[in-house]
């Protein structure tokens, strides 16, 4: 739970690092929804999307088959593969959430962070966990 819980955190952190790098870009949800997200191309950005588009399915089966376990596997894979992003944005510069030399693609990968954020929140509140935005 720990490691689901220490992804959302880090879902914050990634906004705040944006707000610090880019002051003028707009963060809020309108501004997101309109970001173009055809520019989220690189492989992480892909897993990363694939993994969210399972959230429907993965969300119907543990209901229908009364197993939150499903759930919970889950969303490890998805801080996984949210965590492995991060990872690799510190080795290559491209693959950085907050890109202050490219608003449009930081917008994009803003809004698909707000998104990992969402399940998860949504993933733990189904748990009956927290969902905390910092980890002391």
């Given at each position: 739970v720990f490691y689901v819980q220490y992804a959302h955190?880090?879902?914050?952190?990634?906004?705040?690092?944006?707000?610090?790098?880019?002051?003028?870009?707009?963060?809020?949800?309108?501004?997101?929804?309109?970001?173009?997200?055809?520019?989220?191309?690189?492989?992480?950005?892909?897993?990363?999307?694939?993994?969210?588009?399972?959230?429907?399915?993965i969300v119907a089966s543990a209901a229908e088959a009364h197993e939150p376990h499903r759930i919970a596997f889950y969303l490890y894979e998805l801080a996984s593969a949210f965590h492995g992003f991060w990872a690799k944005g510190n080795q290559d510069v491209a693959l950085r959430f907050v890109n202050a030399d490219d608003s449009m693609l930081t917008s994009a990968r803003l809004a698909l962070v707000a998104a990992v954020r969402q399940v998860l929140v949504n993933g733990l509140s189904l748990l009956g966990v927290t969902a905390p935005e910092e980890l002391s």
């Amino acid at each position: 739970v720990f490691y689901v819980q220490y992804a959302h955190a880090r879902t914050y952190s990634v906004f705040r690092q944006a707000a610090e790098k880019l002051p003028g870009l707009d963060l809020g949800f309108g501004a997101l929804t309109g970001a173009d997200l055809s520019l989220l191309k690189s492989e992480a950005d892909l897993e990363l999307i694939k993994s969210l588009a399972q959230w429907p399915r993965i969300v119907a089966s543990a209901a229908e088959a009364h197993e939150p376990h499903r759930i919970a596997f889950y969303l490890y894979e998805l801080a996984s593969a949210f965590h492995g992003f991060w990872a690799k944005g510190n080795q290559d510069v491209a693959l950085r959430f907050v890109n202050a030399d490219d608003s449009m693609l930081t917008s994009a990968r803003l809004a698909l962070v707000a998104a990992v954020r969402q399940v998860l929140v949504n993933g733990l509140s189904l748990l009956g966990v927290t969902a905390p935005e910092e980890l002391s």
